[in-house]
């Protein structure tokens, strides 16, 4: 309950009114029967309320602490309330992210590696319990029937209650009757990728490459090996991570803009 309300020891302590050492040998399971007033108050400073008997509505669980059976350096546990993570290498250690020494071995490391780290920002850890639970419950179908044409490959990304957060549209077409004419090695068929969004506050969740990959799976159970695309910035990024590879030889993406009018 304390992780949940996202508050220390200490900030729990000076809500309710008892003391830090009384609540952290009641976390510990070292104050083995503490008085009911005691908890009550602690419950209640943290948002939560005591109840006897059968609750009127559904109660949520708990939060889980995923990191408790991880200690310090001194053999203690991390804050509850925080997000902890191990730290294998420079990249997993907020404070060396930006710093260049994260190219060098290991042996050359100008600081010795923390055993984990945890961000101290509410911001920070809100948006990254909100991008876990979205990765876990988001679904990926292709949507099929109704007004979608047969040869248009239509994929969403919903959350349970059907909100939509990514999409992808794609094409399926003859490269023969595309370029006019058939080059040595041509597929008889290809799916052209028209576009992959996802919105804004869903991004470096992998979401567009669980697009892709659904899209790929079923290009294959169809037949079709074969699909093109033109991207640009994090789009080149994404399609090279599911596969695709840049080639030459396709026409490139042109584009006409009105003429400029002269300055007045």
């Known amino acids: 309950m304390r ?43 943290a948002g939560g309320q005591v109840v006897l008997g059968i609750p009127a509505g559904d109660v949520s669980e708990p939060a889980s602490v995923p990191h408790d059976d991880m200690r310090d350096e001194a053999g203690r546990r991390y804050p509850a309330h925080l997000d902890v993570w191990p730290v294998y290498e420079p990249r997993d250690w907020p404070g060396a992210w930006w710093a260049e020494w994260y190219r060098l071995p290991p042996e050359r490391y100008p600081l010795p590696l923390p055993p984990a780290a945890y961000e101290l920002n509410r911001r920070y850890r809100d948006n990254r319990r909100r991008g876990a639970e979205v ?40 490269p023969q009757l595309e370029y006019g004419q058939r080059f040595p090695g041509m597929p008889e068929r290809e799916v052209a990728l028209d576009g992959v969004l996802v919105e804004a506050r869903h991004r470096r ?7 892709v990959t659904a899209l790929v799976t079923d290009m294959r159970a169809a037949g079709i090996d074969d699909a093109v695309a033109v991207a640009e910035g994090f789009g080149v ?28």
């Open 3 to 45: 992780r949940r309300a996202d508050l220390s020891q200490r900030q729990l302590a000076a809500r309710s009114g008892v003391p830090q050492p009384t609540l952290a040998r009641i976390e510990s399971g070292r104050a083995v029967d503490p008085r009911f007033r005691t908890v009550e108050r602690l419950v209640e400073a």
């Open 135 to 174: 990765q876990r419950t988001v679904q990926v179908r292709r949507i099929v029937g109704g007004d979608v044409p047969a040869t248009c490959w239509r994929y969403v990304a919903e959350l349970p209650d059907r909100t939509l957060v990514g999409e992808l549209r794609a094409h399926e077409r003859s």
């Open 205 to 211: 969740l992998g979401l567009g490459r669980r697009l």
């Open 237 to 264: 990024d994404l399609l090279l991570a599911c596969g695709f590879e840049i080639e030459a030889r396709r026409p490139f993406a042109l584009r006409l803009s009105p003429p400029r009018r002269p300055a007045g």
